[in-house]
């Protein structure tokens, strides 16, 4: 990991622009201007950058220990007895807590705290390669989307071609390898599942049952639909693949 430590070039005291000291006279901005070359100057901003991933790396491993103590205490935050591994469940005190603290809506936070389980528990090598600044917290985020829903051995095989692949590769360009690797390791399971259920026998359904039922399931419907596009709405960007 790039040192993450700014040079500032001495140079001789009196010189107008500089201070007494004899180092550069700082900008607005705060940082000093000078550097050898440009290299050296883009060094330090990728250096700042990894410094960031690896933030990104400790917090969410700080989210999932909150999470797994919440859990572990049910009775203390009202909340149902789930397996403390569980993403479900959450303590509603949890989460209005940490929206009010991020400034974030609820929906952000789940989705924040599902994300921070997967990485420590599923996916830590893409956790170790977030920590150590290889990564950018939206490659992170693209592996474990696309990964997500598959069968182990698919999963990890994928997870090991996108770490490569994002060393090198922007977020969305990672995206277009991962939504084609995804689709080829989809297709065996697909062709493994049956393409049409088994017939049985018709049923005859009155009129009045009919219309009940689709004024119910519409309504159902509409319900799941809503609450699904809030969810996309207002939680974290995670690269996962949408319909």
Not at 92 to 120: H, M, N, T, W
């Amino acid at each position: 990991m790039r040192s993450n430590k700014v040079l500032v070039t001495r140079v001789p005291a009196n010189v107008p622009g500089q201070s007494p000291r004899g180092a550069a006279a700082p900008r607005e901005s705060g940082f000093v201007s000078r550097f050898a070359n440009l290299t050296e100057a883009v060094d330090a901003v990728a250096a700042v950058d990894s410094l960031l991933a690896s933030l990104a790396a400790s917090r969410a491993v700080l989210m999932e220990s909150v999470r797994e103590w919440v859990a572990d205490q049910p009775e203390r935050f009202d909340a149902p007895e789930v397996e403390a591994d569980d993403p479900a469940g959450l303590a509603p005190e949890l989460v209005e807590q940490l929206a009010r603290a991020l400034r974030v809506p609820e929906g952000s936070v789940v989705a924040f705290i599902e994300e921070s389980r997967a990485l420590v528990h599923e996916h830590p090598r893409t956790l170790a390669a977030l920590r150590g600044g290889h990564i950018t917290h939206a490659h992170a985020q693209t592996i474990i989307g696309y990964t997500d829903g598959l069968r182990r051995g698919n999963r990890v095989a994928l997870e090991t071609r996108l770490l490569k692949q994002a060393r090198s590769t922007t977020p969305g360009e990672l995206s277009l390898v991962a939504r084609a690797e995804r689709e080829r390791r989809l297709r065996p399971e697909r062709r493994a599942e049956p393409r049409t259920a088994p017939r049985s026998a018709p049923q005859v359904e009155a009129p009045s049952e009919r219309r009940a039922g689709r004024s119910a399931g519409g309504l159902a419907g509409r319900q799941a639909a809503a609450r699904s596009r809030r969810q996309r709405i207002s939680a974290f960007p995670t690269g996962r693949p949408t319909p």
